[in-house]
């Protein structure tokens, strides 16, 4: 039979502490609130090596007195509640009393702290779970707490620690969490030598936005104020020209609490519906402020998600809000565009960026094209040029280069033997005598004649799929081509952005991205896949980081290529919306043949209808 036995308080501890401490990030963020807490008008946070080898955090708050100095290490101690009822009027970031019990348990870890009149401070130092005696030291008032190797008693949370860079991601994002929040305080983020953030205490927390997040966010934040009810929202929305593909850039403080709330982020999608496309986010930055008794914080053990006592009058209130916002706002200039998402307003920017990189590209495409990094080679499906009734049009169109990396460069019947070694074979195809001939409808949809009925075929989703399989094959083979920028492109990241990037770098490569550190967390891009050259290199490698922290570090590194394949031929491809010339209709349509899988998309959604004449006989009651 097996014994019950009362587990010993460490490994009580250890078990607490892996609900609180996942990685140096948690580690950060609970110090962090420990120092708002305690009323610090100013915060420094060091960490080195990702916050693995050390995390010090120093504040100018009310300190500690030292008789208390054990006190604040031992489990469910804490001085922000005193009885259950307190628990419904949290108006602290911490009330658990957990976090300094779980970090000193699984770290070497030592607080030094003194009152503001005290004459001198005290030091504690817990070496995994372990007190030593309380040292008086010197030191000015506040509190300073210094964690080092964490994780080195528990070595399986060790081996889940990631690189530092992706590590120091996640302490940024706990960073800014707070930093965002807590305008009036100046925080400092340093990364071993590296100053990271800077954040001088503001009065307009816009400023504050701006510092965490980029200038870029300047000319987009609508500002949003709202009261009723005792419920209080402010803050900023992003104009629906600034988007996401994820919505990690969704900040929702609730009473100065960085939540997830699905009911909230719901609310939010809602407000922008019709303004954004499918598959895109909004930005904001908002402030919630409720009576501290209608919210249950104490619900998830690093207090993200909440209770609500009626989130339904929460939900309604934030999205009428919101709502009258964007009636009062012209929108209209923008949502009468093709295009909501920012990427996409950067590529309505980029043609200034192409025609400054078309300089050399001249050199091999006489058209000056950006899409055409060199001329093609195998004409098969590049149309003829017209004539004089088409004077703009060359025959370099933007299907050519698919056509291009589609198409074995030697005559089909040759190249058979020599190009199935390298897996081409797929892609090896005997030109039809004459193309399909087609139409396009409103400007999205390619409709064409053949052996099964009439086809509707959505020209985004095929191109895309074309583009797709290319692509792969050309990386699969080590075949796609690199166009070195003459003026590598520099690029101005956010910390996370940066450390994704670096960690990418060798994937980045192979997709024909040549990225390299520039110091800070700026990043040179030095050559760009060939394929893709009407991008700007600095659309392509934002997206690319989206993609790349969309997974979130835990894509294997199949996925993640894949991933990266889907945006490069999504952006690459002719979009809804595009007016395509006969020629360039032909060229598509005959390229469909080409395709693993012509009938869907990468995304899975179909790139074609059929209708067959049985169907349409039936329809029509011929039947
Ligand atoms: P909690 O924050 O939930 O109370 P912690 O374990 O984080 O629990 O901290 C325990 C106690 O230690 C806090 O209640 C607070 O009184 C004290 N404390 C921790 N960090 C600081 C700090 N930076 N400045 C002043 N007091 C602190
Ligand atoms: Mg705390």
Redesign the pocket.
Known sequence: MPTIRQLPPGVVNKIAAGEVVERPASVVK??L???V??G?NRIDVTVIKGGSELIRVV?T????STNQLSL??ASH????IQDADDLFKVA??????????SISEVSRFRLK?RVKDADEGAELVVDGGILQPVQPCGMPAG?V?EIRDLFFNTPVRRKFLRTPQTELGHVTEAFNRIALAWPNVHFRLIHGQRVIHDLSAVDDWRDRVIAIFGNELSDVLIPITGEANQMQLSGFVADPVYSRSHTRMQYLLLNGRFIRDRALQHALAESYRGLLLTGRYPVCFLRIDIPTDWVDVNVHPTKLEVRFQDSGQIYRHMLNTLRSKFLSTDLTARIGSSSHSHDEVSSEIAPSLAVGRSTQLQTESPHGLPWNSAPAESPSFAPKPLDETHPEWTPTNRFVDSDRIAVAPQPPAESNRSESESGLESVNFEPKQSPPSGLQLLNRYLVAEDESGIVVIDQHALHERVLYEALRDRVINSKLERQPLLVPEMIDLRPEEHAAVMQARELLAELGIEVEDFGGDTVVVSSYPAILGQISAETLLRQAIESLLNGNGHLERRDLLDELLHMMSCKAAVKAGDRLSQEEVEALLSQRHLCQDAHHCPHGRPTALIFTPEELDRRFQRT
């Open positions: 609970e110090l609130e420990n120092a807490d305690a610090a504040d708050g009310c300190g500690i604040a290490v101690a804490t001085s922000k602290t970031m911490g009330f658990r009393g957990e976090a300094l019990a702290s509190t707490v």
